[in-house]
């Protein structure tokens, strides 16, 4: 004779538990997602003043920075070795670097030059600029002595000339005060500071001064 085994319904309790363990398992599913997709942290350039200079350009132009590609990205270039790019998984630029680039070395200079009208390239205004200054950045991290590390081509150019009153490839390098990304990001700023300085002392020996004092 056949023997039939019903199988045994779980209870009622059972099956609550069970839903209740699902549902827990979902909600911590939610928070280990959550931690795992949490954001950098940003980080943004800082205006260093320098040595004020009272003649100057009266209106100056600071065209939009050009950045190595490799740079031209949201997360911060931390350091570059043995033909290596380290990209931070934690920090980012608050904002496009190159915008952000050109918008402190016009700070820069505004405070060194007090007496000139520093504008960023594209910015609405009706006044033509009497000095142009250009910067192509093709480094701007950390070596791997832990240094901060600028190289910049500064170009200074009268009105349009097509030839530069100043052109020159500068190599800055500044010790962090640690070994942080935020000390990283100050030693960057004061970088731009002494470019800002070097552009300033030149922009105050262009032949357009020459010829305004002496009329």
Do not use: H
Not at 7 to 34: D, E, F, I, N
Not at 69 to 90: M, W, Y
Not at 96 to 112: E, H, K, S, Y
């Amino acid at each position: 004779m056949t023997k039939l085994y019903l199988s045994k319904q779980p209870s009622r309790r059972q099956l609550l538990q069970l839903a209740m363990g699902v549902a827990g398992m979902g909600v911590m599913g939610t928070v280990l997602t959550a931690c795992s997709n949490a954001g950098p942290t940003y980080y943004t350039l800082t205006s260093i003043p320098g040595k004020v200079y009272l003649q100057s350009p009266t209106v100056i132009e600071v065209r939009s920075p050009s950045l190595a590609g490799f740079l031209d990205k949201d997360r911060i270039v931390s350091e570059i070795s043995n033909n290596q790019l380290t990209i931070s998984a934690a920090a980012a630029w608050g904002e496009n670097l190159a915008t952000m680039m050109g918008r402190v070395i016009m700070l820069d200079l505004a405070q060194r030059l007090p007496n000139s009208r520093v504008f960023l390239q594209n910015q609405a205004t009706q006044t033509t600029p009497q000095a142009y200054v250009e910067i192509d950045v093709s480094r701007f991290n950390q070596d791997v002595a832990g240094k901060a590390v600028v190289t910049a081509d500064l170009v200074i150019r009268a009105r349009e000339d097509r030839s530069a009153r100043f052109s020159r490839l500068l190599t800055l390098e500044k010790e962090p005060a640690n070994s942080s990304i935020q000390a990283l990001v100050v030693a960057l700023s004061q970088i731009l500071g002494e470019i800002a300085d070097i552009a300033a002392a030149n922009l105050t020996n262009l032949p357009i001064l020459s010829s305004a004092l002496s009329k």
